[in-house]
């Protein structure tokens, strides 16, 4: 052993991509928020096995907004990882778009959400169906907030020059999070509004 | 140097501690100020300061208790008093101090045991303290103006709910969880990025002392179990403040929700409690036995084992409930079976005893009793994994003497063991032994008879979280012994502290390893320097101190001399497997930021309290301000180019 | 024993309650065996080769190796595993044996747990022999007899430990037992699942009596309460009685039609007042009612501010409720 780590060979000086502490700090908010969204989904599941089928509204949720929405969210993640790409070989504008694509198609799901949400006839307070929906699409709708507003901290980052080939650890750091914020909507997604017809 | 700083290969020399290299890092490393120190041994001391405190508060209403309980028929408390005693005294014992005590220790000791110079994230290791100390405070704030938790640690719905319990008491201690919560999930997190990366060179995971073992394994499950807890409170927050129903059957959702959610996390957090703490007995013991542990790699292997397990085995505080016959079954079963991990460590320290060649000293005597009231603690678990046998314990003071068991016995014994141990690395002085060993015997004596009579009165039938009982039900003698025994174990306490701050003010010098250890912390002056280290050692085995005794392994384990890093605050992370060296890191230095964001996040808790919305918006601003400010990419740490017009 | 400690659970008196205490016993021996042996291994595992502490340089020998102790794991593990087995196979078989009771029962009786006592209704398929009572349930010897258990508010948990184990009562959702006496008596039960202010005095008990006995006390409860009677002291205490204690109790026959407290048709048939707290005597009657947040604060039975000559009319009343 000491003699593979005595040799003298050049390390790596501070943040390099996943490397990184911040990369592996990331991945642990990632397993605890995970963690948290699997106990927000098994006391949607617990409670509906409780209830049976007539606990659900009379009007399932449609995928009228939601299908797109889903798109848009998936494509946003499609464009954040286009620009890490580009920033890896060193092209700044590519990061610059791709961020700023996704970030434009996060903003825009937030805003079709608000719309699911006020055409709704029940509210977060009419039944624990009400405040289970409201609540677990709260909670990810919070995700996305966050993951916006790391997405817009990196693209002020990228317009500022901060990254170059070698030195991007934030762009895989924080991408990876919209990444799982959209994995997350995927679960939610499924459960919410494609459960149901499934029973 | 090639690639501008992008990297470096470091030197490697022999450097002593006062060398001008070691002067230097010094000024480097040095805290600048109280309030902005990211210091891990700093921060480690502060947590168990603290814990303490809150060890002394819990003690102190259980002796309230204790003189209410002393004889039947007692007015000394209202029940409401009472009631808020019992909730808050199990919420600080089990909350506010034995985890965090842990912490303390795993603070403290992991840079040194890992041959790093700090924690991977210095300044969540300084936020995960503040907002401790804040969670802490918000929720005696509760309990000092009569509104502290009242429906026990575990809080059950709907009692918990508004329309029975209309006071502030459960909103308090719902939020003041959470935040704990944050606390408790970034410090994990900071462990398990601290083992995974910032080990000295050739401290493969096959050398990691067993109490790095016990705090890296229950650090992976708070972050999967904390947020079990954290939501069930926020649910609970929300039903009584947002008119939610999540647990009121009135609105379609279930009591026992919470129960699941409770139990999903508070059954892992058992082993959260004990687990570093069985650790720093297999590290401890093991010096005073003067040879290695027995079966590092099986008591290694049985401590994450317990920890999976203990994910499998939350129903068995649910036996009561009305589960159907297979569930109940399946989790007894499991409940068996999660004995035999302990019982690994159980034999491995009996063997390391038998075995070596014991010294007694007082750390050896908290250590050696430990195991035995380890069995006693793991024997009355092992019994209420009975179902039909449970269903009589549960919730009667059987079951009060098993936690008890578990918690003074597994955790406060193997902390004040470690406090013996420890202490000279701490700060540099020596604990008396003579008094030592009278606060051992008080708190030894005192405890026991204080617990094991209770087991006799749960079998005779006294529930748990009564304020008073009648006469002539066979536990009015068993009752007075209990109380007369916790005074003693009370004396016992008080003879420690007066051990411990005539340590302080008079102790003998310790030198950098009184007692002969094995791993890195004893290779550094008492108490070590700002640095820890003047050169990053290169580990060959488990007991690099030991080696010229051991020959454990082909190479020696280089101490003196290795990479010198002294490009401003640096440290080496390796590779996670291997250990091999893989980045210098650019180490953070002193930031006000934890302490502003705690302070924000403060601000959002108390408002949400109070319902002041746009206060508690206002605060959330200031955090999401802080942690931008916090993060913004710095040049000096390595996290942008430095090639910007 | 069950007379110096009435709650014990190592005696049994019902079919479920005789599994396992043999099972209890049996866990006992195991755990205090095992804990003496780990107990001695390590004192003499200590005391063979230890030495004293003295606070010089040299205090600690040299680190030696002696010997791998694995055999200890290996062996102390593989015997508690074996034991352990034992104690599984041994536990699922005493749950198997538990789990039903040995005859289909015949009598249900619901029992509803309040803040804090417990409400009894007595089912039955003529509807004229549904009644209700509340903190002492009767039950005949012999046969088992179906629990269904409610809760009308927190949650609270029913135990009669001379008699079986505990089962929660929790709203929402309705949790089924049984009950077997084996012996006749009168067993004690409480609360076991905390649920505030009083839950300490949430007893109640359960008489076990042989079955035409236990029909003689069914047909005496049936029995409503006159609503006038020649008596004119008595006359006075009704129409207090149901001013003042109407709005929460019942008594039958009378006016008296509140649910929120516990049914006093026949509360002089009790041995107990308040939750099993007070043996029933004429002191504790008139204490009770005079000043019930004294004896249970946080009780949902206001003190009403009855004076002198009210309270006696009052418990004069409800001393003729045989």
Request: aromatic content about 14%; proline content about 7%; overall charge neutral.
């Amino acid at each position: 052993m000491s003699d593979t780590v005595l040799t003298n060979r050049p390390l790596p000086v501070g943040s390099v991509d996943r490397r990184a502490a911040g990369w592996w700090g990331m991945l642990t908010l990632i397993l605890t928020e995970a963690a948290l969204f699997v106990y927000l989904l098994f006391s949607y599941y617990y409670i509906a096995l409780q209830y049976g089928r007539s606990w659900l509204p009379n009007e399932l949720p449609s995928f009228r907004l939601s299908v797109p929405n889903t798109a848009m969210l998936l494509l946003s993640s499609v464009a954040v990882w286009w620009g890490e790409r580009g920033i890896k070989r060193g092209r700044r504008g590519q990061l610059v778009l791709g961020l700023a694509i996704g970030i434009l198609l996060g903003i825009a799901f937030v805003g079709v959400q608000l719309i699911e949400w006020s055409e709704k006839t029940f509210t977060i307070s009419t039944s624990s169906y009400g405040s289970l929906y409201f609540t677990v699409t709260g909670f990810h709708m919070a995700h996305v907030v966050v993951g916006l507003i790391i997405l817009i901290a990196l693209l002020v980052w990228a317009i500022l020059n901060y990254f170059d080939s070698k030195r991007h650890a934030p762009v895989p750091i924080g991408s990876v999070y919209w990444h799982f914020v959209d994995v997350v909507w995927l679960c939610v997604f499924t459960t919410f509004y494609v459960t149901p017809y499934l029973s | 140097m090639a690639g501008g700083s992008y990297e470096r290969s470091p030197r490697i020399e022999t450097l002593g501690y006062d060398s001008p290299t070691a002067e230097m890092l010094e000024t480097i490393w040095k805290t600048k100020s109280w309030f902005a120190t990211v210091d891990h041994k700093e921060i480690g001391r502060r947590y168990i300061v603290t814990a303490f405190v809150f060890l002394i508060l819990g003690g102190i209403e259980a002796l309230v208790m204790r003189l209410q309980l002393a004889r039947p028929e007692s007015a000394l408390l209202t029940p409401e008093q009472y009631n808020e005693l019992f909730s808050t005294h199990g919420m600080t014992m089990i909350f506010l101090y034995a985890s965090p005590i842990l912490s303390g220790f795993s603070n403290f000791l992991f840079p040194l045991l890992l041959g790093s110079r700090d924690m991977a994230f210095p300044r969540l290791n300084a936020f995960s303290y503040w907002v401790y100390l804040a969670a802490g405070i918000f929720m005696y704030a509760g309990f000092a103006i009569g509104a502290g938790p009242n429906d026990g640690w575990f809080n059950y719905t709907p009692y918990a709910s508004r329309p029975f319990n209309p006071g502030l008491n459960m909103d308090f201690y719902a939020l003041g969880m959470i935040l704990l919560g944050i606390s408790t999930t970034v410090g994990a997190a900071n462990f398990v990025v601290t083992v995974w990366r910032m080990r000295a060179p050739g401290m493969s995971i096959n050398r990691l002392p067993i109490m790095i073992w016990g705090t890296f394994t229950v650090s992976f499950g708070n972050l999967l179990a904390v947020p079990a807890v954290s939501l069930a409170f926020l649910l609970l927050w929300l039903d009584r403040n947002i008119g939610t129903h999540f647990y009121d059957i009135a609105g379609e959702g279930h009591p026992l929700l919470w129960q699941h959610l409770f139990w999903i996390f508070a059954h892992p957090w058992v082993y959260v409690i004990v687990l570093p703490a069985m650790g720093m007995v297999s590290d401890g013991l093991p010096v005073f036995c003067r040879r290695p542990l027995v079966g590092y790699t099986a008591v290694a292997l049985s401590t994450v084992a317990t920890m999976v397990l203990g994910f499998g085995v939350w129903l068995h505080h649910m036996f009561a409930v009305g589960l159907p016959f297979m569930a109940v079954s399946f989790f007894s079963g499991a409940s068996f079976v999660i004995t035999i991990p302990s019982a690994v460590a159980v034999f491995a320290w009996v063997a390391t005893i038998w075995t070596g060649r014991p010294v007694f000293t007082v750390a050896f005597l908290y250590f050696a009793s430990f195991i035995a009231m380890f069995v006693i603690g793991g024997v009355s678990g092992f019994m209420t994994a009975a179902v039909p046998a449970d269903l009589q314990f549960t919730d009667t003071y059987f079951v009060v003497a098993h936690i008890h068991y578990v918690l003074i016995g597994i955790n406060v014994f193997a902390v004040l063991g470690a406090v013996y141990f420890w202490f000279p690395k701490m700060t540099g002085k020596m604990l008396d032994e003579k008094l030592g060993r009278w606060a051992f015997w008080f708190i030894f004596a005192g405890f026991n008879i204080a617990f094991l009579p209770m087991h006799l009165t749960g079998l005779m039938g006294m529930p748990r979280r009564i304020y008073t009982y009648p006469a002539h039900f066979g536990w009015d003698a068993l009752n007075l012994i209990t109380s007369i025994g916790s005074f003693i174990l009370a004396v016992g306490f008080l003879l420690f502290l007066v051990n411990v701050f005539q340590g302080l003010r008079s102790g003998r010098p310790a030198g950098p390893n009184p007692w002969q250890g094995p791993t890195l912390e004893w290779s550094t002056p008492s108490p070590p320097p700002s640095y820890n280290f003047a050169v990053i050692p290169i580990i060959a085995s488990r007991h690099p101190l030991w080696e010229d005794r051991l020959q454990e392994g082909p190479g020696q384990s280089s101490i003196r001399r290795g990479f010198v890093l002294d490009h401003g605050k640096e440290a080496l992370a390796s590779t996670t497997l291997d250990g091999e060296p893989d980045l210098i890191v650019k180490m953070p230095e002193d930031s006000y930021a934890p302490l502003v964001v705690t302070l924000a996040i403060t601000l959002g808790f108390v408002s949400l309290l109070l319902h002041w919305w746009w206060i508690a918006g206002a605060g959330l601003s200031g955090v999401l301000l802080g942690v931008l400010v916090w993060l913004w990419p710095e040049p000096r740490l390595g996290q942008m180019t430095e090639r910007r017009p | 024993m069950i007379d110096q400690a009435p709650l014990n659970y190592l005696q049994a008196f019902g079919i479920k309650a005789d599994k396992v205490v043999p099972l209890i016993w049996g866990l006992a021996v195991i755990s205090i065996i095992v804990v003496v042996i780990v107990s001695v291994l390590v004192l003499v595992g200590a005391l063979r080769r230890g030495r004293a502490f003295s606070p010089n340089p040299d205090a600690m020998p040299p680190v030696e190796r002696a010997g791998s102790g694995l055999p200890w794991i290996t062996i102390g593990v593989g015997l508690s595993t074996l034991v352990l087995i034992a104690a599984m196979v041994w536990t699922v078989a005493t749950m198997a044996a538990i789990n039903r009771p040995s005859r289909q029962p015949d009598l249900t009786i619901e029992v509803r747990a309040h803040q804090w006592w417990w409400e009894a209704r007595y089912l039955s398929g003529d509807p004229s022999r549904i009644f209700r009572t509340a903190n002492e349930i009767h039950i005949p010897v012999g046969p088992p007899v179906k629990i269904n258990l409610a809760s009308s508010d927190v949650i609270h948990s029913f135990w009669v430990p001379a008699i079986g184990g505990k089962l929660d009562a929790i709203p929402g959702q309705t949790n089924a037992t049984w009950l077997e006496a084996r012996k006749p008596g009168t067993y004690r039960g409480q609360c076991t699942e905390y649920c505030g202010l009083q839950h300490a005095r949430m007893g109640f008990v359960v008489v076990a009596e042989p079955p035409d006995e236990f029909r003689a006390w069914w047909d005496s409860q049936l029995r409503a309460q006159a609503s006038s009677g020649p008596h004119d002291g008595l006359a006075g205490g009704r129409q207090l009685f149901v001013q003042r204690c109407g709005a929460c109790h019942t008594v039958r026959g009378t006016q008296a039609g509140g649910i929120m407290g516990p049914d006093l048709t026949h509360v002089m048939s009790r041995g107990t007042i308040a939750a099993g707290t007070l043996p029933n005597t004429t002191a504790n009657l008139a204490g009770w009612i005079a000043n019930p947040q004294t004896i249970k604060p946080g009780s949902l039975m206001p003190n009403i501010g009855l004076s002198g000559p009210e309270l006696a009319s009052i418990r004069a009343y409800v001393e003729t409720l045989k």
